[in-house]
């Protein structure tokens, strides 16, 4: 059974950082491209960063370009991470990590596989 599992959200003062990690298992995801999305109370799910399956390629949401990076474990490809850096309490959100099938992260939230979500809240 594939699962995916968030963790190391929390709460952080505004300026602060957080990084979360997203740990795949059932399945080697060495052929998936892997995303962070976010969804905040009344808000639709958005895409917010993600890297292709060999991880040289990646892209983000404008709101969060030279603030987040998202990243791969070399030696653990199941693992991928989303360092946040100078957070804004409008980056408060439910963060999900996502894979699917293919080289190549779209923006949409057509992916295969969704963790449950870690909750980040960044207070003013």
């Known amino acids: 059974q594939v699962q995916l599992v968030e963790s190391g959200g929390g709460l952080v003062q505004a300026g602060g950082s957080l990084r979360v990690s997203c740990t795949a298992s059932g399945r080697t995801f060495s052929r998936y491209a892997l995303a962070w999305f976010r969804q905040a109370p009344k808000k639709e799910r958005e895409f917010v960063a993600g890297?292709?399956?060999?991880?040289?390629?990646?892209?983000y949401a404008d709101s969060v370009k030279g603030r987040f990076t998202i990243s791969r474990d070399n030696l653990n490809t199941n693992t991928k991470y989303l360092q946040m850096n100078n957070l804004k309490p409008e980056d408060t959100a439910v963060y999900y990590c996502a894979a699917k099938w293919g080289m190549m992260p779209t923006t949409d939230p057509a992916y295969d596989f969704w963790g449950q979500g870690t909750q980040v809240t960044v207070s003013s």
């Open positions: 890297i292709s399956w060999s991880g040289g390629s990646t892209s």
